[in-house]
T-cell receptor, first 116, second 112 residues
């Protein structure tokens, strides 16, 4: 089974530019999550898709961040315009929907974003 | 306000020793507590998890101890090995809400 794939692995952009991160979840995983880790702090929740619908986007920092999930498959996270504080590692994770609710997350390797 | 507090930030242990990482939570709605292990260049991977209806769960050298009344849980790594050197994250999940809340992570170094 292929894992969660994220692209790019590292992106360096200047303040004010736009960056789009992509995540390909494990096939058949309805749940897709975006998380961010900034400067050695906690892995912080951004949003949760169930298939193509946004289930919870309470963690999105502001309207400079836009996430989409086309046809319930891959997802993109766009930051426009990027600010210095957006630097960090963006993780995507996917899971099946478990009856127990204890959805086990499978993470991608992350996309490191550096905003100069 | 951080909902899951993890300590220590870093830990150095000799090979064969016991590594202990502690976490505390506030939200009593949390009902599933996984630990993730992350190696450099990789994403976090599920290591072991526990539900609050048990006080301990053991898988090989890894044990979770859970204290529901204190709202604390910990990861114990027995006979620590250099290959255990990684960053460990505790997490807490409200299975009704569906999202996991993570601690800050602990960087473990096991010296040969």
């Amino acid at each position: 089974e292929a894992g969660v794939t994220q692209f790019p692995s590292h992106s360096v952009i200047e303040k004010g530019q736009t960056v789009t991160l992509r995540c390909d979840p494990i096939s058949g995983h309805d749940n897709l999550y975006w998380y961010r880790r900034v400067m050695g702090k906690e892995i912080k929740f951004l949003l949760h898709f169930v298939k193509e619908s946004k289930q919870d986007e309470s963690g999105m920092p502001n309207n400079r961040f836009l996430a989409e999930r086309t046809g319930g498959t891959y997802s993109t996270l766009k930051v426009q315009p990027a600010e210095l504080e957006d630097s960090g590692v963006y993780f995507c994770a996917s899971s099946r929907t478990e009856y127990s609710g204890a959805n086990v997350l499978t993470f991608g390797a992350g996309s490191r974003l550096t905003v100069l | 306000q951080q909902q899951v507090k993890q300590s220590p930030q870093s830990l150095i242990v000799q090979k064969g020793g016991i590594s202990i990482i502690n976490c505390a939570y506030e939200n009593t709605a949390f009902d599933y507590f996984p630990w993730y292990q992350q190696f450099p260049g990789k994403g976090p991977a599920l290591l072991i998890a526990i539900r609050p209806d048990v006080s301990e769960k053991k898988e090989g050298r890894f044990t979770i101890s859970f204290n529901k009344s204190a709202k604390q849980f910990s990861l114990h790594i027995m006979d620590s090995q250099p290959g255990d050197s990684a960053t460990y994250f505790c997490a807490a999940l409200d299975t009704n809400a569906g999202k996991s809340t993570f601690g800050d992570g602990t960087t473990l170094t096991v010296k040969p």
